[in-house]
């Protein structure tokens, strides 16, 4: 039999969807009857008002909601989504930048974020990145930073699972959408408050300002609403790191050769031992400054006509500045040292300590300081309405455009050689920074005594444009067990490219900055006193460095930014349209409901890939100094512009089944068709040919290029989950889930043929004499390759006694390709055990997440994981009144270390600490 729900459930259930707007069109949830909101706030509300969404839903869906306006459970929506089962958070947007102490990425049951659409109140939103390495390098993908997503927004976010024929495709794995308040949802017809709060960070020793607002006005017909929010945060990031990475785009492990590293074999390390390359003690410091706003205007002149506008515009500044102290092992090994002592990991083979000494001071150490003028940014304008046209159909609609950017406008970069006559490494396993020196440890030895080189992309803008539209209709229907039937139309296209030329910088030859390095005196600044303290030992400390305006005025100085330097291998362009169809049958019967559909999805795309050439007569031919040079030095080398069209069409047939066992047992199953499609520079990068020595063509040589022709990631989802709902604000679940990623994306090899010089063997390229031949080659890329994830959830939450209360889950995903490896962003085992306390004006929460290791793709060479870690983070606040409440919140409470390894769990990456952070905070509300 079907469920009865009391009056109060009905109307909190009602009062939430009156929160979600027009967000039906989007994603699929339980239509009771409306009536009039009931306010409920504090903790216990949060838990009620999450389970009702969760338990009426005809399909699986997590919830979280706000426990009063503008306070979400964590000062981060990220964090409060880690939560939830089978939900993975990463540090970084693809690992490239290291972890920092916020999280920024979403990803869903063992996938990359790539795979989960994130919507603000169902609709698109662009995104921008603040790290260069994310604008612009491997791996740009589709996923958005939360980072620019303040939590004083959110009214409630729903994480949704598996997909019906009327949600927006793109998420493989499933959705997050984060859902607004709207002006017409409050009690009052006048709603102001403020929080005025300050954020403590604890390794840089900062106090930061924090402060938002919010005004929301209603009038007493309750036919006009408007909402205005602002916020404006700012916080100190400081990281101490120890890294361990590549030289010169050669692998993290280098192998020993007789050749190359003659004393080396001399002194009985065997050839085909690899060994570390750089290694550094690296300091990251950071200011973000946080700034926008969020509007909302809500028209309703009848109980069946309902209209709103919102706009909202978010911005980060984001300068930093990375040093990084770092001994050279592939230089110190090929310049002849004597080696005193070394040890081999016989089952890895790598080299794990070596101790060198040098007849005459030497370079083997290379000192990097980059400081970056950078930002991020994201807006949208959404117009949304619904219309009840008579007791049987239900028009509804949303038409807006969403931007997004990224900016590197500037690097300034001074890269010193580090002289010394003796120096080593000691490797300690990925979970302790290695040892290693570099001469004496004194004020001396640890500056630069020349300058190695100069580098760093400039003007660095990436755009990020959605435009869309969609109508819906629902037409309800007495037709035994067919409760209504959906359909719609949506049309968006969306484009992501850089804008404007990139220009790779270098040393400026007409003032020659090798001949005038930056003075010891410019060294004014000295790590801190406690760097890498808890990472392990015998690395270098007390470290000098130059200030960000030194290294300006060195670059204005001494660097090239010459158009001439363009870096069109940075640049890329991915447009696509799409157009959607779907028809949905909502269905209803005695003690059970679902929906069956399809939906019909058109995408076309267009890609830009940049060829190397010597002929400046083809089309969109730009000149460039990174280009593969033409048979006579005489030549114009640069790339030409070629723009790849294509378009498929996908159908995307759903079924979800909610059967109500009993009145507090609920079971549900789905079956599904989903896609994501390809990340851009996965699509759209630079053709590079490797040397070629074939004069007749004939052998395969070797490359890196995007893949246009990629296909969609395609995966067939099954999800079955059973929920017992045993007492007021408790349940518990289980379930089971299985994609078939019939079309996963991975790196791989494609034929290709191209032309190129030949460089005949002692040869050099581009001498007069060499010559042009067509030849195949093998370019590493990204290709399609089944996969799949299987995986298990369990999660319960339950009051105790009195005001305590806990709660806790634990998810296992085994997510790998055909090949059995595992699959990129793939996390096996991630768990949450949390607990709360409140009164009516006490309240404190505790939260422990864990996940376990975290494959985070292919980097230099080697795969590149985050180690499994633990994250601690607590709450306490006291309400005084109504309209004056305090909280405390700690993030990063246990100061967690990062630890990242490569092929082999004993060979290091990196290990990080980004210390503790402390939020107090007054709100006041009226």
């Known amino acids: 039999m079907k469920v009865k729900q009391t009056p109060i459930s009905r109307a909190v259930f009602a009062a939430l969807l009156g929160a979600a707007g027009g967000v039906a069109t989007a994603q699929q949830t339980a239509q009771p009857q409306q009536l009039d909101a009931v306010v409920v706030t504090g903790i216990r509300a949060s838990q009620e008002k999450s389970l009702a969404v969760k338990r009426n839903a005809d399909t699986h869906i997590d919830v979280i909601s706000a426990e009063d306006i503008g306070k979400m459970p964590d000062k981060n929506v990220a964090d409060s989504l880690a939560r939830v089962p089978g939900v993975t958070i990463l540090n970084s947007p693809s690992g490239g930048s290291g972890g920092f102490d916020e999280r920024d990425r979403v990803g869903l049951r063992g996938t990359n974020p790539s795979l989960t659409q994130t919507l603000l109140d169902g609709h698109a939103v662009a995104n921008g990145d603040w790290f260069v390495l994310d604008q612009t390098g491997a791996g740009v993908g589709r996923s958005v930073s939360f980072s620019l997503l303040p939590s004083e927004l959110v009214s409630r976010v729903e994480v949704h699972k598996n997909a019906s024929a009327s949600d927006i495709e793109g998420g493989t794995a499933g959705s997050v959408n984060i859902i607004t ?176 000494s040098f007849a005459t001071p030497t370079i083997f150490g290379v000192y990097d300081m980059i400081s970056r003028k950078s930002s991020a940014e994201t807006n949208f304008l959404n117009l949304e309405g619904s219309w009840k046209v008579n007791d049987v159909l239900k028009l509804s609609g949303n038409a807006g455009t969403s931007r997004g950017k990224g900016k590197t406008l500037s690097q300034d970069v001074y890269e010193g050689d580090l002289t010394a006559s003796s120096g080593g490494f000691q490797l300690k396993g990925s979970g302790e920074a290695p040892a290693f020196n570099i001469g004496n440890a004194n004020a001396a030895a640890l500056k630069p005594s020349g300058t190695d080189w100069i580098f760093g992309d400039q003007n660095v803008v990436v755009q990020d444009k959605d435009n869309w539209a969609q109508v819906d209709a629902e037409y309800t229907l007495d037709a035994g067990l067919l409760r209504s039937l959906k359909f719609g139309l949506r049309s968006s296209k969306h484009d992501r490219y850089t804008d404007g030329p990139i220009v790779g910088q270098g040393p400026n030859w007409g003032t020659d900055p090798f001949a005038n390095p930056l003075p010891a005196s410019a060294y004014t600044e000295t790590y801190p006193g406690n760097f890498g303290s808890g990472l392990g030992s015998g690395f270098p400390t007390g470290i000098s460095y130059p200030t960000p305006q030194a290294l300006a005025d ?29 028809l949905q049958g ?43 040079v033409g048979p006579k030095w005489t030549d114009p080398t640069g790339y030409y512009q070629t723009v790849h069209d294509r378009s498929y069409t996908d159908a995307l047939p759903s079924a979800s089944l909610r059967i109500d066992v009993t009145s507090k047992v609920v079971a549900r199953l789905s079956l599904s068709r989903t896609l994501t499609r390809p990340d851009y520079t996965a699509l759209s990068a630079a053709q590079l040919l490797g040397g070629y020595s074939d004069p007749t063509g004939k052998s395969v040589g070797s490359g890196t290029s995007g893949n246009p022709d990629l296909d969609p990631i395609r995966s067939t989802n099954f999800d079955a989950n059973i929920e017992w709902y045993f007492a007021p604000r408790a349940f518990v679940s289980m379930g089971a889930f299985h994609m078939n990623l019939n079309s996963y994306i991975t790196d791989g090899i494609q034929r290709v043929t191209a032309s190129t010089d030949v460089t005949p063997a002692g040869g050099q390229q581009g001498s007069p004499t060499n010559q042009r031949v067509t030849a195949p080659f093998d370019l590493t890329t990204q290709i399609n390759k089944k996969g799949s994830v299987t995986g298990m959830e369990f999660a319960f939450e339950t009051p105790v006694w009195s005001n305590f209360g806990i709660g806790a889950n634990y998810t296992y995903a085994d997510a790998h390709d055909a090949s059995g490896h595992v699959l990129r962003g793939a996390v096996k085992h991630t768990a949450n055990l949390n607990g709360f306390y409140e009164n009516d004006q006490f309240s404190a929460r505790i939260n422990y997440g864990y996940n376990s290791d975290n494959f985070l793709g292919r980097d230099r060479g080697t795969d590149y994981f985050q180690r499994g870690v633990g994250v601690l983070s607590a709450s306490v606040g006291y309400k005084l009144n109504e309209h004056f409440a305090l909280s405390l919140d700690a993030q990063n409470l246990n100061d967690p270390t990062l630890k990242y390894y490569g092929d082999f769990k004993s060979e290091p990456r990196a290990i990080y600490k980004n210390g503790r952070q402390f939020y107090l905070t007054a709100r006041i509300k009226y």
């Open 554 to 582: 060195y670059n204005a100085k001494y660097a090239n930014r010459d158009i001439s330097r363009r870096m069109v291998t940075h640049e890329y362009s991915v447009k696509e349209t799409t157009t959607a169809g779907y």
């Open 586 to 628: 909502n269905f209803d019967g005695d003690g059970w409901s679902g929906n069956v559909g399809l939906r019909l999805v058109r995408t076309k795309s267009s890609t830009l890939v940049w060829v190397p050439t010597s002929d400046k007569t083809l089309p969109g031919y730009v000149p460039s100094a990174f280009a593969a």
């Open 181 to 356: 308040r709207k002006p017409l949802d409050f009690a009052q017809s006048l709603t102001f408050e403020a929080s005025l709060g300050a954020v403590y960070a604890d390794l840089p020793k900062k106090t930061d300002p924090q402060v938002s607002a919010l005004f929301a006005w209603k009038n007493e017909a309750k036919t006009f609403g408007l909402l205005v929010q602002a916020f404006d945060e700012k916080r100190h990031l400081r990281r101490d790191g120890v890294e361990t990475f590549a030289h010169d785009g050669a692998m993290s492990l280098t192998p020993i050769t007789a050749a190359t590293h003659p004393t080396a074999v001399a002194a009985g390390i065997p050839e085909g031992t690899l060994f570390p390359n750089l290694m550094g003690s690296a300091l990251f410091t950071q200011e973000r400054e946080r700034k926008g706003g969020f509007v909302s205007a809500q028209f309703k002149p009848t109980n069946d006509v309902d209209l709103m506008l919102t706009g909202f515009s978010s911005k980060m500044d984001a300068d930093n500045y990375n040093r990084n102290y770092m001994l050279s092992n592939q230089w110190a090994l090929s310049r002849s040292p004597a080696i005193s002592s070394f040890t081999i990991d016989p089952a890895t083979k790598i080299l794990t300590s070596a101790n060198y």
